[in-house]
């Protein structure tokens, strides 16, 4: 299997998984109009809707606010996916396509829902961290697996089979 398949795999996986728990969240459980769910001592099932990006820095409230999220988004994407398609690595290859499926998924909910649907409410000892989503963990997997990748260097890899 070449790495741009296994990077789209992956792409395609992180954006599934992120869409049907949003799907489960929101039209499941209905969590728009319940109070929040306790899974853990630091974690619950809490809608936000996030109308900016990571830390909800750079709201936009406006519809040409949000197009303009949605573009970077797409934009990041096409290049992600031009580095994707030419990497012989597979490890970047799985961390750049769970970093696609995770901008895709985030791009879906401000298409559909003008803001994006985060529901896991991490907290400890009374404080609120942050709340996120599967699409965000998948990006932040990705940068994680890039980082691992560039401070390994090539002497770690094992050769790619040739054609």
């Known amino acids: 299997m070449k790495p741009r398949v296994l990077g789209a795999a992956a ?9 049907l728990s949003k799907a489960l969240v929101i039209d499941g459980l209905g969590m728009d109009a319940r109070d929040p769910i306790a899974l853990t001592p630091f974690l619950n099932l809490a809608l936000r809707w996030n ?3 990571s830390f909800s820095l ?3 409230d406006t519809p040409l606010g949000r197009l303009v999220l949605i573009g970077f988004a797409l934009a990041a994407t096409a290049f992600l996916s031009v580095w ?4 012989q690595d597979w490890l970047a290859a799985v961390a750049l396509g769970a970093i696609i499926g995770g901008a895709l998924g985030n791009g879906l ?7 994006v649907a985060d529901f896991l409410d991490l907290h400890l000892f009374g404080r609120n961290l942050f709340v996120f989503n599967i699409a965000d963990a998948a990006i932040n997997l990705g940068v994680g697996l890039l980082l691992l990748d560039a401070a390994l260097g090539a ?8 054609p």
């Open 11 to 19: 792409a395609i996986g992180a954006l599934t998984l992120d869409q």
């Open 51 to 53: 109308h900016g990006i």
């Open 58 to 60: 750079l709201q936009q």
């Open 84 to 87: 994707l398609w030419r990497t």
């Open 109 to 115: 909910d401000r298409l559909v829902h003008g803001a």
């Open 155 to 162: 002497k770690w890899r094992p050769a790619t089979p040739k």
